[in-house]
């Protein structure tokens, strides 16, 4: 069985941070925005996150699936799944056929809901402050902000590429203390991968998925 890193990285925040940043932040133009730097897609995105998690109403147990809702549908908004388990799975992408690569994507995607949409839920109060945008290439740029939670602060980086196909900003990685989330995966599926083949890694994310949506159904009972 794959293990998971429970470390301080992976953490309540880490959700929170790959909802925030893996981001083409469509809804900031709705609102009016004329600045579309990476930094200003992240802040606008992390106060829409924000205001869910903070809105008094939405916090009664009552709405807890609405809630959810919400969340889940503001990261179907700016999460480019197709981008990010290519990314995740890097060189061994070729070894997977289309109908493969789709069961990994959706599996991918099912296990990180079911680990840290949970999580993002136990917001706190935790403060987010935005510090500088670093262009790393004329297309790729990073933008650095820090969690701050009992007088501790957190660095956590995000990564944004510029999409060819129409000039937006989407997020490719996150960086939490110089822990890459992508990174992190990448290492597990590796292993997986290079010693038992795609069939296995499959396996094992079905599992994984059926194992976590269990301890979520017992949680609520």
Known sequence: MIKYKRNKLVSIFVMFCLALCLSVLMAGTAIGTVDHTPRKQIENLVNQVLDILKDPELRKPEKAELRREKLRNLVGQIFD???IAHRVLGRYNRRFTPKQFQEFKELFS???ESIYLTRIENYSG??????????????????LTKIIKDGKEIPVEYRLVKRKKDGKWIGY?????GVSLVKNYRSQFYQVLKKKGVDELLAMLREKVKNLSKQAQSAKN
Do not use: C, G, H, N
């Open 126 to 143: 935790e403060k987010v402050v935005f510090e500088d945008e670093r262009m790393l290439s004329p297309t790729k740029a990073a933008v």
């Open 81 to 83: 799944l197709d981008f």
């Open 173 to 177: 990685d996150v960086v939490i203390e």
């Open 110 to 112: 099912k296990m990180l």
